[in-house]
Structure formats: structure tokens, C-alpha cells
T-cell receptor
Framework: KAGVTQTPRYLIKTRGQQVTLSCSPI?????VSWYQQTPGQGLQFLFE???????NKGNFPGRFSGRQFSNSRSEMNVSTLELGDSALYLC???????????FGPGTRLTVL | EDKVVQSPLSLVVHEGDTVTLNCSYE??????LLWYKQEKKAPTFLFML????IEKKSGRLSSILDKKELFSILNITATQTGDSAVYLC???????????FGQGTILTVHP
């Protein structure tokens, strides 16, 4: 089985811009979770989608949003980028969302 | 709010040493605790624990869960330089998709 893929792998944006990140889960997995990882805060949960519905959301501002398509692929959008949004964004897929997760390689976002 | 705390935050040992990493959790309607290893890339799965007192083993790594005291430990025996990584603990409740990570333990193994 192919693993979780994320695109793009690297992204450089400037403050105020918006960005869309993409995640394709392992075939057959219906749950996709998004995490932000920074050196200071560690891994923080953004949100989780299951069958095109957002089931859970972490404590991030409304500038962070996401969606999931019928083929389970998911996108995450960050609007009005701030310097503090610079981070590694990881997505993970699982079959149900409460067991072993398989992580993608991440998208490294740098906001200048 | 769910909370997962790992200790120590960092650890430096020499090859051959045995290490014990700790993870305590406060999770509503706890269901499972997972350990991951993260090198210079995305985390990779090590263990999932759902029952107290049952040790899971994989080579030199083992882990056990104590649901009464709300903690888990990850043991690594005869450490090697390749064990150097960040070890992450993640706990989840019965609320699907809501999993909380600890801050991680940075393990450095010197030759």
C-alpha cells in the first residue's frame, strides 16, 4: 500500500497570504488528522476529518480550516498567515481515527 | 481538557545503557495510548496500549500501561545510536479522532 502523501513538501509565504496544504491518506483509511509541529509547542492537534465531516477540532483560531473530499483526501487552509504559523504540518491517516495513525512526511511552511 | 505529559524532556545516554521514558495522561473516557518514534521525519508507530499490565515488546523496546495510575512507560534496553530520536506518547479517548500528544522525550545515544 502506498503511504500517506502530502504536498507540497516545502512552502515559503509572506505574512497576510493564505496557503492550502494537501494530504492523501492510505487507501481505505477514512480518518485524516492534521497536526502542527513546532520546536516550542511540540505536536498540536488541529482537526480530524472522517467521511467528509469534521469530527474534532483543536484549539486553533478560525484562520485554520480544512475539508475532506469523498475520496478521503484532505486539504488544510490557513488564511492571513502570521510569522508564528511557520511550522511542520503533518497529516496522519487511520481507518477509524482512534488507533494507530500513519503519518505523512509533512509540509514545512515558512512565513516571512 | 485532555493532557499528556512526558518525562524526562531529554535524556543523554551511552550505547548499551537501558532507558525508561515516562508518559502520564489525563484523558476523558480513555481508550488507548500510543508510542511513536520520530527521527528527522514524520513519527513512526511503535506500540498501542489499551489494557493495564500487559507488556508489549518489539526487540529491545517494550511498553506497559497502568490505567489505575494513568501512566505508561517505554523501555529501551541495550541502546544503540540508532535509537536517538524524539519519542512521542499520544493518548486518546472514546471520542474518535481526538488524540493528544505529549511534548516528547529527546533521546540521544552516544557511541
Amino acid at each position: 500500500k502506498a503511504g500517506v502523501t502530502q504536498t507540497p513538501r516545502y512552502l515559503i509565504k509572506t505574512r497576510g497570504q493564505q496557503v492550502t496544504l494537501s494530504c492523501s491518506p492510505i487507501s481505505g483509511h477514512r480518518s485524516v488528522s492534521w497536526y502542527q509541529q513546532t520546536p516550542g509547542q511540540g505536536l498540536q492537534f488541529l482537526f480530524e476529518y472522517f467521511s467528509e465531516t469534521q469530527r474534532n477540532k483543536g484549539n486553533f483560531p478560525g484562520r485554520f480550516s480544512g475539508r475532506q473530499f469523498s475520496n478521503s483526501r484532505s486539504e488544510m487552509n490557513v488564511s492571513t498567515l502570521e510569522l508564528g504559523d511557520s511550522a511542520l504540518y503533518l497529516c496522519a491517516s487511520s481507518d477509524q481515527g482512534n488507533n494507530e495513525q500513519f503519518f505523512g512526511p509533512g509540509t514545512r511552511l515558512t512565513v516571512l | 481538557e485532555d493532557k499528556v505529559v512526558q518525562s524526562p524532556l531529554s535524556l543523554v545516554v551511552h550505547e548499551g545503557d537501558t532507558v525508561t521514558l515516562n508518559c502520564s495522561y489525563e484523558v476523558t473516557n480513555f481508550r488507548s495510548l500510543l508510542w511513536y518514534k520520530q527521527e528527522k521525519k514524520a513519527p513512526t508507530f511503535l506500540f498501542m496500549l489499551t489494557s493495564s499490565g500487559i507488556e508489549k515488546k518489539s526487540g529491545r523496546l517494550s511498553s506497559i500501561l497502568d490505567k489505575k495510575e494513568l501512566f505508561s512507560i517505554l523501555n529501551i534496553t541495550a541502546t544503540q545510536t540508532g535509537d536517538s530520536a524524539v519519542y512521542l506518547c499520544e493518548a486518546g479517548g472514546t471520542s474518535y479522532g481526538k488524540l493528544t500528544f505529549g511534548q516528547g522525550t529527546i533521546l540521544t545515544v552516544h557511541p
